[in-house]
């Protein structure tokens, strides 16, 4: 009997042991979202990147029109996120933004003509497609950058849509 419950308390105290050792790795976190342009159609082949406050890439991504580009498992933290237009005719930008352990949305809104726009909302749900994405989603919409607010009150007046804006998508 004895040598039974020396053997259960020993399961029990690595079973105890195992979550909390897990729990105390560093925490990390997603980052989701889509590039879109001023029509609202999915822009692709555009480099989205993240770096940690010293300037180090933790992580990239290349945009399509099928599916939202992911970043897994990113450390929770501040983080210069920055969208290059590779060879498009659109405009890129640096922005800051925190990453929670719930995860984060940054979708960015493009044009040839101004600087693209990100907005941030916490949490991530990738299971809802370019519909849970949307690019002006609201409730916890956050602008990013220094000209994000500017230019999120000139989409949502829809200046941008008379821009020669490339609006096709493939």
Known sequence: MKKVFCKLLAVTLVLSWMPARVMGGPATSMLIGVVYDTAGLPVPGMKVIAKDPSGKIMGEAITDTQKPYVMRNLATGQYQLTLDPLKSPFKGQTVLSALGAEGLT????????????????PGVDESAGFFGLSPMATGGLIFLGGAGLISGILAAAGVFEGSKSGTSSQ
């Open 106 to 121: 940054v979708n960015w809104l493009v044009s040839e003509n101004a600087d693209a726009l990100a907005t941030a909302t």
